[in-house]
Structures are given as structure tokens and as C-alpha cells.
């Protein structure tokens, strides 16, 4: 990996593009809390309503499985949402455009708990999910904007930290409330979240500038460069494997392990636990070397997913693979910075794009990991199938070096021939 060309290497654009105003600096811990607690209200929403299902299935007079289409209708709000507004927002300052994404967010979670009936309540949760993937990806850029030198990763991490903690605070809390003052009481704890991330971003984030020349076309050149192609695919194949396993941890849990239904939620705390660790040592190691760990992180996914196919059968074993499962979001931040070094002047759109592609991973592994169920080859089976995709997605990056490698040889080759010619 140390002879991987400058293309694929080292990041190829300078995202200090972005202007700062004059005077005083920002400053960084500050402006990252107010990152981070945007996106621990994204993430408190995202996830909640999981754990609500039956309470929102009688409330609206639908059945469990149906109720589970709000939770496809916000993912297909996140990957929808992602590029459309990333292109279309591309010459906002950066303060404005966060402050109205998480208000559009904040708007859908309040309208959400005030739905009558079914279909508002899809339509609603779409609209919330739009601004989820945009407002991240500028949240990312801000971040690694005013992030000390050699620290880029560690910047995104900590913005990742609110989606990941929330998994372990923020969910738990709000289901509490749900399940004590009715699921709409989760919704508008979101609601009231999100209103606070507002207070603080307008208070914390400086006045930034888009780069200069930003534009919705621009924004579209990051769809004609491979390697955003090729990142993108790590992330929606590869990172699929943790959701084939985690989708359906609560019935392997119970029907494998022999689990008490008492214990599951300890082992969700487990994996909301292991996230939150991966994303922390995820954005340190990034920042040390961005291709290794990548790498090493889709080869490290590969084996705890496949050991889960033997640990789910002892409650001990497996709740220790859940949390090394949930430590696997190491890649997040690796990716996210990787997009922004490879999509040359069209950042915005590339670093929203992650995480529509976290969200088709998300689809991908819950459909191939209940396919691999339904087959009758039983519920450990989501443990091989997710380490095929953790494969899958170490091919992508294979592919991605193979690709970039043959890309930056060719002046040089080019050069030789003509020098032959002239000689």
C-alpha cells in the first residue's frame, strides 16, 4: 500500500477552498459539538422508531410489517435527499445551509408525531430522512476545514460520534419515552433535539463560504470520477454485512442463543457501545494511513462476521461479536475522507453520497441476510452473509488501488513514447 500512486494516496484536493471569515478563529471544539449534536438528533431519529413498531402498528391501525415501511420511507428520504439537495445547495455559505437542513429535519420529526394515518406518516418520514445525508456530508467538510493539520479524520469522527452515541443515549432515551407517553412523544423528544443542534450551529459555526465557483453542475462532475465510484461501492456493498447480522440480532439472539428476551436490549447497548468505540479508534487510525485502513477494516469485518456464525450459538460469545460487529463502523470516517480527497472541486456532493450509500448498504444486508433465511439456511446464516459482503467490499478496494495504479502509470508511459518518437 506505501506504493499506491499519488492519485489514490493523498488527497487530491484542498478543502480549505472553503473560506473563512475575518477575525477570530473558530473555535474547533466548539463547532464540532454543534456538528455533533445535529447529528446525534439525525441519529436518535433514524434509529428510534425500531424499536416502536408495535406501539406505532395499533396506533395507526396497521399491521408490525407494515409499520415497518416508515423505517424503508426515511432510508429512501436519506438516499434520495443526499444528492438531490447537495447539488442544489452547492453555492449556499455553509452555516445557512446546515441551519436549514436541520430545520427541515426538525419540522419532519415534529410533523411525524402529529401524523393521523399510515400514508402521512410514510410521507413524513421520507421527509425527514432528506436532509440526513447532506447535512453530514457538509458537517464533514466544515469539520475537516477547520480541523488542526493531520487531524481530518479524527474532525469527522467526531461529528460521527453524535449518529453513533446516539445509538447508545439517545435512542434508549427516547424509546422511554416512547413506550411511557406514546411513540409521537419520541418523535418530538427528536424534534426538540434538533432545535437545539440549530441554536448551536447558528452560535458555533462560522460563517463559511462555499468554494470558489461552486455550482449544482460542478457539484455533478464528482459522478464522472471512478474512484468516487469505487468508494462508494465499499461502502453500499461492503459495510452491508454489518446490517445482514444486526437486522435480525434480536430473533438469533433468542432463538440461537436461548437468550431471555431481558437480555437483548444489554446486547443492543453492546453494539450501540462497539459503534462508538470503532468510530473513535476508525478516525485515528484514518488519519495515520487512509488506505490501510480501509483495508484492514473490511478484512477485520470479514472475520467477526463470519465468528458469528459459531459464537451466536453461547449468549457470552455472541453479545461479545455484537459489540466487535458494531465496532466495524471504523470504516466510516476513512470513507468519508476518502470521498473528499478523491471528488476534486465537487465535494459536496460526493461526501453527502456516503451516506446514501451507508443506507443502500443498510437495504442491501437486511434483504441478502433474510433471503439467506428464508432459504432455510437458519438465522447464523446472516454471519456468512455478511462476511461475503465484507469480501465483496475488500474486492471494490482492491479494484479502486488496481485501478488508480494503472491510471497513474499511464503518463508515464505516454512520456516514454514520445520521448522514443523524438529520439
Excluded at 436549514?100 to 408525531?113: D, E, I, K, R, T
Excluded at 474512484?227 to 461492503?238: E, H, K, M, P
Excluded at 460526493?350 to 432459504?375: D, K, R
Amino acid at each position: 500500500m506505501n506504493a499506491s500512486p499519488p492519485a489514490l494516496d493523498s488527497a487530491v484536493t484542498d478543502i480549505s477552498s472553503f473560506s473563512l471569515p475575518s477575525g477570530k478563529p473558530a473555535n474547533f471544539l466548539r463547532a464540532v459539538l454543534a456538528l455533533g449534536v445535529g447529528g446525534f438528533a439525525i441519529g436518535t431519529g433514524e434509529f428510534v422508531i425500531m424499536g416502536l413498531l408495535p406501539e406505532v402498528a395499533k396506533d395507526i391501525g396497521v399491521s408490525i410489517p407494515q409499520a415497518g415501511h416508515v423505517i424503508s420511507a426515511y432510508a429512501l428520504g436519506v438516499v434520495i435527499g443526499a444528492p438531490v439537495l447537495a447539488v442544489l445547495a452547492a453555492g449556499w455559505r455553509r452555516r445557512a445551509l446546515l441551519i436549514a437542513l436541520m430545520a427541515v429535519f426538525a419540522a419532519g420529526n415534529f410533523a411525524s408525531a402529529a401524523a393521523p394515518n399510515y400514508l402521512l406518516l410514510n410521507l413524513l418520514r421520507f421527509a425527514a430522512g432528506l436532509p440526513h445525508g447532506t447535512y453530514f456530508g457538509v458537517a464533514a467538510l466544515v469539520a475537516a476545514t477547520l480541523a488542526p493539520p493531520g487531524r481530518r479524520a479524527r474532525a469527522v469522527g467526531l461529528v460521527m460520534l453524535g449518529l453513533t452515541g446516539a445509538t447508545l443515549v439517545g435512542v434508549p432515551i427516547a424509546a422511554w419515552l416512547g413506550q411511557f407517553f406514546g411513540w409521537r412523544a419520541a418523535f418530538v423528544f427528536v424534534g426538540l433535539i434538533a432545535l437545539v443542534a440549530i441554536a448551536l450551529l447558528r452560535r458555533d459555526i462560522p460563517d463559511m463560504a462555499p468554494a470558489a465557483g461552486a455550482s449544482p453542475w460542478r457539484e455533478l462532475g464528482a459522478l464522472r470520477r471512478k474512484q468516487v465510484w469505487f468508494t462508494l461501492g465499499i461502502a453500499a456493498i461492503g459495510f452491508g454485512g454489518m446490517f445482514s447480522v444486526f437486522s435480525y440480532i434480536k430473533p438469533t439472539l433468542i432463538e440461537v442463543a436461548g437468550m431471555p428476551v431481558g437480555g437483548v436490549p444489554i446486547v443492543l447497548a453492546l453494539f450501540g457501545l462497539g459503534m462508538v468505540v470503532g468510530n473513535l479508534v476508525g478516525s485515528r487510525l484514518a488519519d495515520k494511513s487512509l488506505l490501510r485502513t480501509i483495508g484492514g477494516v473490511m478484512v477485520y469485518a470479514a472475520l467477526v462476521l463470519a465468528v458469528f456464525t459459531f459464537t451466536a450459538h453461547n449468549m457470552v460469545a455472541a453479545a461479545v461479536n455484537v459489540f466487535l460487529i458494531g465496532t466495524t463502523v471504523a470504516i466510516g470516517p476513512a470513507l468519508q475522507i476518502r470521498l473528499m480527497d478523491v471528488a476534486g472541486d465537487a465535494q459536496t456532493l460526493a461526501a453527502a453520497l456516503n451516506h446514501s450509500a451507508f443506507n443502500m448498504a443498510n437495504a442491501l444486508g437486511a434483504w441478502l441476510g433474510g433471503v439467506a433465511i428464508a432459504s432455510g439456511l437458519g438465522w447464523t446464516s446472516t454471519g456468512w452473509v455478511g462476511a461475503l459482503l465484507a469480501l465483496a467490499g475488500l474486492g471494490i478496494f482492491g479494484w479502486a488501488l488496481a485501478s488508480a495504479r494503472a491510471a497513474a502509470s499511464r503518463p508515464a508511459v505516454t512520456n516514454a513514447l514520445a520521448g522514443e518518437r523524438n529520439g
